[in-house]
């Protein structure tokens, strides 16, 4: 028997789910049509009127949304709701070094801390548990939205945020810990500090990790579950839907559930946009028919998965979605930051001399990720003073650190190193094993 | 002066030997060599006979290359030969960025080649003190 937080709502039959999605969308397209431009405009445009929303096929007929349409329009051009009904901002790093913002109002944070709580409960946490939430706390969701979701559910919740590995285990130890939250590498890390700082796992409570943010592998998993003696389980989310618990996995973690009474799955071709049914692979789009801060129609998250309609033995009717196996945009998730080649390139070409072969090289060394980029030099910017380069590969490497808010290694190469690739330049090397 | 090419090589194993094996296949004398070295990358420092041929042979094997202007001046091969050349240096204040050597063909003398900031106000202060330059070898 499967713990539920609302289990009316998580167990609904589907017809009764699909009528609920219906009235939601309904009354979410006549809503955004009449409080943001930006949608009245698009709805415009494609010949589209709230009132041809009549089943939740039509739902083809509404425009996309892209991370650009929201680059665009910053910083609140897509909320639908007044600055003054919205009660908190999140963000997170766009290509262009501008934030992608997201607006919500009570209502929102209540949704969030819905799915949240239910997500939690999906993992078999309650109120007796004690959550340590090792996800940064600020512009970043993972922290807020996993703290209002555990407090939702009644939990012991400790907002410990992330880094200080030695209080983090100290804290496992005399709170007794039953449930970490935080990336699947920190808890790697973590479980690798847990040796060197003398714990074994007789000093330890945990029960069970809600590790997402991050693409991670199974032999993850089974190290993670392993070293820290819980059950790992993933969970997805993105800032522009609502952060974590757009998904869960049940504890028979066979794809994780979308919590479909708030966000309203397809899959698309990545190049028709056309829709796919369920089973094949495509691009994860959502419609966000609970939110009225900034909700978004049919946002494109590039994700690449597919959706799985078969019923669940858990009990939830909600579908499932596979785990994502890569992105249909070159955007790179290093330690839980949203990274795009573009902004490197920017970064680095901003100092002249730089030649325009590099390559950045992701890797994942001590389960944390590490950012190297190898990079050419030209004749005139190379000098015969050590110093000289230092200073030199310093800058370069405070130039794209502050450009994506993460470290970097920069490391010179001659001339020709990289290799040369006819057509398109492999730019990127991802070392990690995902 | 006499022209030093640097080659910027990194700091793995057979990096140095990669721009020393192109330069002795294509004939190139190699006079002096130095490196300079930092965590992940290091400087590759070398005066050859011909360093217009040694520059065109590094340039189209791809290595990043640069010219520096140093200063050579002979050294008596003899107990404080460096001694009295380096008190000049001190004496006109001229700052020294690093410094290195080769063993003439002639035994009784070494060629020191310095690096120094403002080359060539150096060198004129270096002729008042009658301290031997060399240009060629």
Known sequence: MSNYHEKELETMPRESLEKLQLKRLQTLVEYVYEKCDFYHKKMDEAGIKPSDIKSLGDLKKLPFTTKQDLRDNYPYGMFSAPTNEIVRIHASSGTTGKLTVAGYTQNDIDVWSTVMARSFAACDCSNDSIVNVAYGYGLFTGGLGAHYGSERLGALTIPASSGNSKRQLQMFKDFKVTTLCCTPSYALYLADEMKNEGYSLSDLSLKQGLFGAEPWSEEMRVQIEKKLGLKAYNIYGLSEIIGPGVSIECEYQNGSHIWEDHFLPEIIDPKTLEPMGYGHQGELVFTTISKTGMPLLRYRTRDLCSLIDEPCKCGRTHVRMTKVIGRSDDMLIIGGVNVFPSQIESALFSMKGIEPHYQIIVDRINNLDKLEIQVEIEDELFSDEVKNLQNLKSQLEKNVSSAISISVKIHFVSRGTIERSIGKAVRVVDKRRI | ?137
Not at chain 2, 28 to 54: E, H, Q, T, Y
Not at chain 2, 78 to 104: N, R, T, W
């Open chain 2, 1 to 137: 002066m006499v022209k030093q090419i640097s080659v910027l090589i990194e700091t793995k194993p057979g990096q140095a030997y990669k721009p020393i094996k192109v330069l002795g296949e294509a004939g190139v004398d190699i006079c002096a060599v130095s490196i300079g070295d930092a965590s992940d990358f290091g400087i590759l420092r070398l005066i050859a006979r011909d360093c217009d041929k040694a520059v065109n042979v590094l340039k189209a094997e791809g290595f990043t290359v640069n010219l520096t202007d140093l200063i050579g001046a002979v050294v008596q091969n003899e107990p404080g030969g460096l001694s009295s050349l380096l008190a000049v240096f001190e004496e006109e204040k001229i700052s020294i960025e690093y410094f290195y050597s080769f063993i003439s063909r002639k035994h009784e003398e070494a060629i020191m080649f310095f690096k120094v900031e403002e080359a060539s106000a150096a060198l004129d202060k270096l002729k008042k003190h009658k301290v031997v330059l060399v240009e060629t070898f």
